[in-house]
């Protein structure tokens, strides 16, 4: 594992087993079978175009808007999906959807993030229970079962 690494170039099928090499900027190299590219995104300017506080949303200008156990940002106006500070997965999306529409509606129900599944997009599919749910679980001293993943998955994901 490098953090603060740098890729400065891909030589597609250059190593010494024709495995891809990536040159990094201070110089150095590495190899491998398979090179996972992930996009990262931010909320931040999108929520501010919105101004919100005419809406009665408090939004410090970061990516996230705060919401409370019932999923709401202020009164009538819930957050759910990546704008809010919990875990951003497609699945979770859903649930915090479903769940703000509920409370919407008027049913008695609050958002219960303790154990979070996520299902990664790869192929081969691995599965995974969200470290930061085992985090939040662990502070609060809720007895936990670390799930079993195997190396691959743990590794992949
Ligand atoms: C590269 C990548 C890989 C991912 N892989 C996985 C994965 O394997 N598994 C998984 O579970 N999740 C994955 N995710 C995360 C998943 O895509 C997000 O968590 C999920 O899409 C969040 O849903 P959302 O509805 O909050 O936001 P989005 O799906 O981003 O939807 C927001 C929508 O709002 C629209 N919008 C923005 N501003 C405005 C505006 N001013 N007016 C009107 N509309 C607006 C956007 O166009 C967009 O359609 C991945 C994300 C990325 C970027």
């Known amino acids: 594992m490098r953090e603060n690494a740098r890729a400065r170039r891909i030589r597609p099928r250059a190593g010494t087993s024709g495995q891809h090499v990536v040159e990094l900027a201070d110089g150095s ?7 996972e590219l992930n996009v990262g995104r931010t909320a931040a ?28 940002a202020a009164d009538r106006v819930y957050g759910v999906g990546d704008c809010i500070d919990r875990e951003m997965s497609t699945h979770l999306g859903h649930y915090e959807g479903e769940t703000a529409v509920k409370v919407a509606l008027g049913d008695d129900v609050r958002a219960d993030f303790s154990a979070v599944p996520r299902a990664v997009y790869t192929d081969p599919k691995p599965p995974r229970l969200a470290s930061w749910s ?7 001293s809720t007895p936990t079962r670390r799930p079993r993943t195997s190396r691959r998955a743990r590794r992949v994901t």
């Open 45 to 72: 300017p999108a929520l501010s175009a919105l101004d919100l506080a005419k809406a009665g949303v408090n939004h410090d200008g970061g990516d996230w808007l705060a919401v409370d156990d019932r999923l709401r």
């Open 29 to 35: 190299s590495i190899e491998g079978e398979v090179i």
């Open 134 to 140: 085992i985090r939040q679980s662990r502070r609060a």
